[in-house]
């Protein structure tokens, strides 16, 4: 509900300043493109108007072309549905995450990266044990007790991506907050910007992550077993 509006938002403003840059969505293999379009029209996501208010429409071609949301000015965003999609994650100039495994695979493959977490609904997030989940699911007061909870938890968060967490420091930009389309792209600009900055952070995540070719290694150890 989050993810696709501000990410849609966010590619119209990039495309005003940068015409050439291209958008695209590795789609999960658990969701289909009906589904994800619904996430842009603001007939079945009420937060659309608060998120930026860029609606989008599934355009699917008949020539074999990726299919892509477009926006209601025209921006298209592509979508990938072949998974995984680590063939073309490895030639993007920078990619739009959030908070997981997926951070970790990413730095494997040296793809720089901006990592984000939207807290514009911290009273959605009620999954917790004990006392405060209990309250949590209160008629009347669960919202007020889940903005709370989760507010004092943010505070208490300290690195949260996995390259910065091996670091032990902010090597990867993490957003954290009630984030806008205008900020993200803001922060998205100067890895698109600047080669050398953008080369500087390829390098980084590689020291961090080791030398290539796990695969190779992990075959001819099983070989010398066998």
Sequence with gaps: MHGVLLLSAMAVRLARS?????????????????????????RHNPILGSLGNVATR???????????????GGVKIYLW??????????????????V???????????????VILPTQQLDAMRAWDGIPGLLAQLPGVGSLVARIVNQQTLK???????????????IVPELVGPLTASYIAGALQPWLDDPDK???LRDRLQKICGPLGAAEN???????LL
């Excluded at 030639?91 to 959030?98: A, E, I, M, Q």
């Excluded at 695979?105 to 990266?113: F, G, K, Q, T």
Aim: proline residues 6%; aromatic residues 6%.
């Design 218 to 224: 992990l075959a001819r150890w099983a070989q010398s």
């Design 198 to 200: 953008n080369r500087h």
């Design 100 to 114: 997981g495994a997926n951070t970790a695979e990413l730095a494997a493959i040296a793809v720089p990266m901006v």
């Design 18 to 42: 940068l015409h050439h840059v291209r958008c695209i969505i590795p789609v999960a293999p658990t969701l289909s493109l009906a589904e994800l379009c619904r996430y842009g029209d603001r």
């Design 58 to 72: 599934l355009v699917r071609s008949n020539d074999h072309t990726l299919p892509y949301l477009e926006t209601s």
């Design 156 to 170: 208490r968060l300290g690195l949260l991506s996995w390259p910065n967490i091996w670091a032990q420091e902010a």
């Design 81 to 98: 549905e072949r998974s995984p999609a680590y063939d073309l994650l490895q030639h993007c100039t920078v990619c739009l995450t959030t």
